[in-house]
């Protein structure tokens, strides 16, 4: 089992452009969530996928946006990039309705916003 | 609102002693509880979680932490820290959104293990 698996691991951007984040959730999980984790910081949550939809969504701006696959992977986009943007963005994978079970993370991407 | 407050940005403790990490909740009902531990480099995993059943609650590499309504907290403990806790620990509030729920996490405590 591969667990939750995140790409690219690390990433540099540039202000006011944008990108895209990918997560595969853990096998047998359905949910996908986002977070992201600023320097210092605890994760904060940005929003949640089941089912192709968001589901919940976290106090962030509409330039975050992401998208869920049939195969339950999923995208985090961010437009018109900020600094402020530069951050670990950390994916979980959970089960859809059964919400006291343990959320799986990966990794994580390491944004730069330069 | 849920919310979570880790008391300690910092702790250090000597190899063989123990260890206390101290989390307080604010939540309008039972909450749910968590530790995640996040070595660097690497993801979160989960050390332990509360869902209202034994107060006590034990989890991987020897933690334990204590569910105490009256005192809304949730404090991290182990008898003997080794040098490989070295990590940061989340204290996590589960906000319920019907079928599923969102993590709120505390600001982290960093631990520190000395030789």
């Known amino acids: 089992d591969a667990g939750v698996t995140q790409s690219p691991t690390h990433l540099i951007k540039t202000r006011g452009q944008q990108v895209t984040l990918r997560c595969s959730p853990k096998?047998?999980?359905?949910?996908v969530s986002w977070y992201q984790q600023a320097l210092g910081q605890g994760p904060q949550f940005i929003f949640q996928y089941y089912e192709e939809e968001e589901r919940q969504r976290g106090n962030f701006p509409d330039r975050f946006s992401g998208h869920q696959f049939p195969n339950y992977s999923s995208e985090l986009n961010v437009n018109a990039l900020l600094l402020g943007d530069s951050a670990l963005y950390l994916c979980?994978?959970?089960?859809?309705?059964?919400?006291?079970?343990?959320?799986?993370f990966g990794q994580g991407t390491r944004l730069t916003v330069v | 609102a849920q919310s979570v407050t880790q008391l300690d940005s910092h702790v250090s403790v000597s190899e063989g002693t123990p260890v206390l990490l101290r989390c307080n909740y604010s939540s309008s009902y039972s909450p749910s509880l968590f530790w995640y531990v996040q070595h660097p480099n690497k993801g979160l995993q989960l050390l332990l979680k509360?869902?209202?059943?034994?107060?006590l609650v034990k989890g991987i590499n020897g933690f334990e932490a204590e569910f105490k309504k009256s005192e809304t907290s949730f404090h991290l403990t182990k008898p003997s820290a080794h040098m490989s806790d070295a990590a940061e620990y989340f204290c996590v509030v589960t906000v319920y959104g019907g079928a599923t729920n969102k993590l709120i996490f505390g600001t982290g405590t960093l631990l520190a293990v000395q030789p």
């Open positions: 979980a994978s959970s089960s859809w309705g059964l919400p006291n079970t343990e959320a799986f």
């Open positions: 096998s047998g999980h359905d949910t």
């Open positions: 509360y869902t209202s059943a034994a107060t």
